[in-house]
């Protein structure tokens, strides 16, 4: 799988909207970019993914480059419990893709009051 | 939520002895599969499996098996745990290949002393 490079932690202020980075440089034409994120103590949760346009649903938006060599997950309205983990993920859609998705160590987001 | 169900939520057992720990899942998916947790490498797959009776290793397959006797269930079973295999454990589901994303379990937290 192509890798992704996200920073290690960022940080934020309540009610502001956040933007998590991620650098997939070496993505090919058949990966999707997926996000999940994982609270404390729970297993990793499915927010959003897309392909080349961007994306939006209840929980964030996906702003893909026009490159496809990075992308920016926005939560448009942080709240506390938004304070988790989250994993950029690229999976290829071309072989199957039965085995599941190659977790890295993702940005651990914090929310400040 | 999807249908997912782990069991035990936490298990503590002594080397040598035999684990086995349990995804059960109400949603009919085709998909399932297994993941370990550890701090500093994140999360890991161990099996997957593509139906019934049929399965395959992942990134850290030794010293664990599976099976598949019914789509709703799929069991991880240590034959005999080690140190090295305190961890958590997760199981998610997926409904198809690739563009479905995975939904996961909470948890089983395994310690093996």
């Known amino acids: 799988d192509a890798k992704t490079t996200q920073p290690n932690s960022m940080e934020s202020n309540e009610e502001e909207p956040v933007h998590l980075p991620c650098n997939h440089s070496?993505?090919?034409?058949?990966?999707?970019i997926h996000w999940y994120r994982q609270l404390p103590s729970q297993g990793p949760e499915y927010v959003i993914h897309?392909?080349?346009s961007n994306v939006n649903n209840r929980m964030a938006s996906l702003a893909i480059a026009e490159d496809r060599k990075s992308s920016t997950l926005i939560l448009h309205r942080a709240t506390l419990r938004d304070a988790a983990v989250y994993y950029c993920?690229?999976?290829?859609?071309?072989?199957?893709?039965?085995?599941?998705?190659?977790f890295g160590k993702g940005t651990h987001l914090i929310i400040q009051p | 939520d999807a249908g997912i169900t782990q069991s035990p939520r936490h298990k503590v057992t002594e080397t040598g002895t035999p684990v086995t720990l349990r995804c059960h899942q109400t949603?009919?998916?085709?998909?399932m599969y297994w993941y370990r947790q550890d701090p500093g490498h994140g999360l890991r797959l161990i099996h997957y499996?593509?139906?019934?009776?049929?399965?395959d290793k992942g990134e850290v397959s030794d010293g664990y098996s599976v099976s598949r006797s019914k789509t709703e269930d799929f069991l991880l079973t240590l034959e005999s745990a080690t140190s090295s295999q305190t961890s958590v454990y997760f199981c998610?589901?997926?409904?198809?290949?690739?563009?479905?994303?995975?939904?996961f379990g909470n948890g089983t937290r395994l310690t093996v002393t």
């Open positions: 499996s593509y139906g019934v009776k049929d399965t």
């Open positions: 897309g392909l080349t």
């Open positions: 998610a589901i997926s409904e198809s290949q690739v563009r479905s994303p995975l939904h």
């Open positions: 949603e009919n998916h085709r998909y």
């Open positions: 993920i690229l999976r290829d859609d071309s072989g199957g893709g039965a085995d599941g998705l190659t």
């Open positions: 070496t993505i090919s034409g058949t990966d999707y």
